[in-house]
């Protein structure tokens, strides 16, 4: 089934280039190296530790100063911020933090119900305890499951896109309901990096699209973040986005650690791995049919911040990833896919969200627009970089 290009696990025998810090190869997209083969990805991850002062009193100052605005514009109100929560660690963490620093946060959970067991149990341990309210969503489970098929048999690899953009409309939307202006987002650059651009790309028309063309169901009850909703949103409702973890020194490791004798919350055992269809995504439609393999991502980020050697990541991400026993079972059996057609799904050529209508022109066209959003905070800058250019 896999379909991974792996290479000699021995980094010294290898013959491609990779970088002389991490483990990205020359096959990662818009890769560059250095005079002293350092790639362009590393560069990136210094710079950003410089901007933002991570694990500095530089970054502890801005964050202090971001801590003060919050509890002072959401003072007169229920909740002060929004963290969205998937029962992972970084988010979880997040949590734990912005009640330590005295936030008073609404936790909000887009259950696309392909949630793990212990995922459920993470996130009404850790909110039972911090006394966090929760906002959470459940979506139809039959239809998510059309919309989740629809991109496995329109052959492109965004099958988790359905997921992320229902997620973060959903956080849009309780953002609007509660009237909260700050939403602060578990994600640490130096544990996991930045993703490599042109990876991976989805927007409300390219869901709405392929599941009109490959879907059986009516889409009733799915978060469709349309233009029009995405633009109000950003007009109206003025909310900013905030990555706390950007600013302090942040261990993965340490933060389990802590959660798990704060309340018994429990590792799942690796990233993203926390949801089921996430798990498919990553262990076995994205090696198997794409040649495919994000773990490069934190792997790199780990020798990187030096929780690893660069032989042993080189060694493991050259290693094909460990899937979960049952699990294609599993995701066979829930999407109604037979043996024989998800083998022809598996080694069909594979078709890009270039082949299917999507916003990106439109996107591209607004460019001053969203470059000025990007500028005031009310777009993520990845956003700007990603989707205007
Ligand atoms: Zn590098």
Known sequence: MNKLDLQDPDINNVQIKVCSRCIYDERVSNISFDANGICNYCHQVDKLKEEYGTGKSKGTLQLNKILDKIKLEGANKKYD????????????YLLYLAKKWGLRPLAVHFDNTWNTAIATMNIHKLLNHLEIDLYTYVVDNKEMDDIIRSF???????????????????????????????ILEGHSFTEEGITPLGRNYFDGKYIKSIHQKFGKRKMKTYPLMTFTRFLTSIIFDQVKFIRPLWYISYSKKDAQEHLNQLCGWEYYGGHHLENRSAAFFHTIYLPGKFNSDFRNNTISSQVRIGNCSREDGWSIYNTAPIVEPDLLTYVKKRLEISDIEFEHIMNKQPLSWKDYPTYKKRFERLKGLFYLLAKLNLVPKSFYIKYCS
């Open 81 to 92: 911020c929004i963290v969205g929560v998937s029962g992972g660690t970084d988010s979880s």
């Open 152 to 182: 496995i048999l329109a052959g492109v690899a965004e099958s988790e896109a359905p997921n992320d953009l229902g997620f973060a409309y959903l956080l849009r939307i309780a953002a609007r309901k509660y009237s909260i202006k700050y």
